[in-house]
């Protein structure tokens, strides 16, 4: 088992758009793997692989109260959207110790491959429904405060940039 490092916004590999998996093999498995591993340790409820500079289109979550319902998406597509939106606060764990408002569809009907490439659909709402929006988005290359103003967004960026030179000193 290994913990992965995690990118922080707002490096510019968070803005890469992931490639469909064509076959599931066994460095798939490892990965998901290890990405669990690195989400509990971090306590995030999910992680998609481009956090972890793996551009294949995979996502882990568990958004349980007690890390007991791991989920594994693979190539997931939104094939239904709510018109009824909610506003939630989000965070992420590649922009650590943020936390804003964001404005997504309520319930959503996803599709994707389980870990053995079997088709699967899924009906969420609420925060499983943020979440895989949330994590689908870092698969499309996009980070949650890019819904924010940009001042908003423009500060979170210094602070980041800032604490990362701190940590390359220290
Ligand atoms: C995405 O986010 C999400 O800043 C997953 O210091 C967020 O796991 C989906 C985390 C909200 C739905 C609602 C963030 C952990 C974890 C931090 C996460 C931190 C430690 C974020
Ligand atoms: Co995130």
Redesign the pocket.
């Known amino acids: 088992m290994a913990l992965l490092t995690i990118l922080s916004y707002p490096d510019p590999r968070l803005q890469t758009v992931a490639r469909p998996i064509t076959r599931i093999e066994e460095h798939h498995h490892l990965l998901i793997r290890d990405m669990f591993e690195t989400?509990y340790e971090?306590?995030?409820?999910?992680?998609a692989a481009t956090q972890v500079n793996h551009h294949e289109r995979l996502i882990v979550m568990d958004?349980s109260e007690d890390a007991s319902k791991p989920m594994i998406l693979i190539n997931p597509r939104i094939i239904w959207s709510s018109s009824e939106r909610v506003m939630?606060?989000?965070?992420?764990?590649s922009?650590?110790?943020?936390?804003d408002g964001v404005e997504r569809a309520k319930e959503i009907n996803v599709e994707f491959l389980n870990e053995r490439g079997d088709i699967n659909t899924l009906q969420a709402q609420d925060?499983l429904a943020?979440?895989i929006q949330?994590?689908i988005d870092h698969l499309e290359g996009k980070v949650?405060v890019e819904y924010l103003s940009f001042l908003k967004r423009n500060r979170i960026k210094t602070k980041l940039l800032k604490a990362q030179r701190e940590q390359e000193r220290a």
Do not use: T
């Open positions: 989400m971090s306590k995030g409820i999910g992680l958004v939630a606060e989000e965070g992420c764990l922009v650590p110790g943020f936390y925060l943020i979440c949330h994590e949650f």
